[in-house]
């Protein structure tokens, strides 16, 4: 059974950090693309961040391009986001994804795999 497993989410004050974790597990995911997606409360879930399989490849959302960096082990079968210069609008669930495919996407449907998500809370 594929589980992508995040971890490192929390309370923190606006300026503030956050390392979130991405552990998988059932499967290797390291010839696959990974991303990290958000949804604030009543919101729809919106992209943040994609690598590619061997990490020459990143991508982010306007919103969070410089703030935040998308990285990756696959001796671990784990991704990351190392998430700087927090804001309140950051606020989140923050969700982990992994696709089928190699290429970097940032549609939610073009995703196969999902985490349960961790929760960033910023305060002002």
């Known amino acids: 059974q594929v589980q992508l497993v995040e971890s490192g989410g929390g309370l923190v004050q606006a300026g503030g950090s956050l390392r979130l974790s991405c552990a998988a597990s059932?499967?290797?995911?390291?010839?696959?693309?990974m991303g990290w997606f958000r949804q604030a409360p009543g919101k729809e879930r919106e992209f943040v961040s994609a690598?590619?399989?061997?990490?020459?490849?990143?991508y982010y959302a306007d919103s969070v391009k410089g703030r935040f960096t998308i990285s990756r082990d696959n001796a671990k079968n784990t991704v990351y986001l190392q998430m700087n210069s927090l804001k309140p609008e950051d606020t989140a669930v923050y969700y982990c994804?992994?696709?089928?495919?190699?290429?970097?996407?940032?549609?939610?449907?073009?995703?196969?795999?999902w985490g349960q998500g961790t929760q960033v809370t910023v305060s002002s």
């Open positions: 994804a992994a696709r089928g495919g190699t290429g970097l996407r940032v549609g939610v449907d073009r995703y196969d795999y």
């Open positions: 059932g499967r290797t995911f390291s010839r696959n693309a």
């Open positions: 690598i590619s399989w061997n990490s020459d490849n990143t």
